[in-house]
């Protein structure tokens, strides 16, 4: 679920921040920069975890920065195809349910990726799963699921101007996000397997 991967970047050190050892003054700034990000095919970057090369800082006309050349390791979460997990239910709809882990919310079940015999009731705005006749076990917003991730999804997200106003904000796509599924023993509400 975490791995540790090396990068490498150039890290801008503001000319206030020159006081200050080198390797603390760029280990604070990559943890600005990558800290709680995705990186595109690697993953939610959780902390840089140490730094493996410093280059001497360089000068750039007009800029009273140091531009150092730096190669480190990080800290990043990166669940495997296959690798089950347990979250909280956000929201149930007609297309599936949306998970999140107090960290990351950007989990999906897509109806067809339930057990066999279930569907959506949307009165109660809950999944049902019906293993025999007489028994109906529901899946609600803020029941404790367990799902098995199927396919990791990384989209490229070009950036906004800051005055732009927020109405798009509920339709816009995650950089990250995982396909999950919950269709074998074991999987879905915690509290029917206990």
């Known amino acids: 679920m975490f791995i540790l991967s090396e990068v490498s970047d150039i890290v801008k050190i ?24 995705v990186i595109a095919n690697l993953g939610l970057v959780v902390a840089v975890w140490d730094l ?32 089950i997990l347990s979250g909280w239910v956000t929201q149930c709809t007609a297309e599936g349910i949306k998970i999140g882990m107090r960290f990351f919310d950007e989990i999906f079940v897509p109806k067809n990726y ?33 799902f ?20 798009e904000e509920d339709n816009k796509v995650p950089p990250y996000a995982l396909i999950a599924s919950c269709q074998t023993d074991g999987m879905g509400c915690v509290s029917w397997w206990d």
Do not use: M
């Open 114 to 146: 339930f057990f066999e015999n279930c569907e959506f009731k949307p009165v109660e705005k809950a999944w049902v799963w019906k293993p025999d006749d007489e028994t109906e076990l529901y899946i609600d917003v803020n029941e404790r699921v367990r």
């Open 14 to 37: 503001p000319p206030h921040t020159f006081h200050i050892p080198i390797n603390e003054a760029v280990t604070n700034e990559l943890h600005k920069k990558y800290a709680n990000k």
């Open 52 to 83: 493996s090369e410093i280059h001497d800082g360089q000068l750039k006309p007009g800029d009273g920065a140091s531009f150092v050349k730096v190669r480190f390791r990080c800290v990043v979460w990166k669940p495997f195809v296959g690798e």
């Open 148 to 167: 098995r991730v199927e396919e990791e999804v990384f989209s490229s997200i070009k950036p906004r101007p800051t005055n732009q106003d927020n109405q």
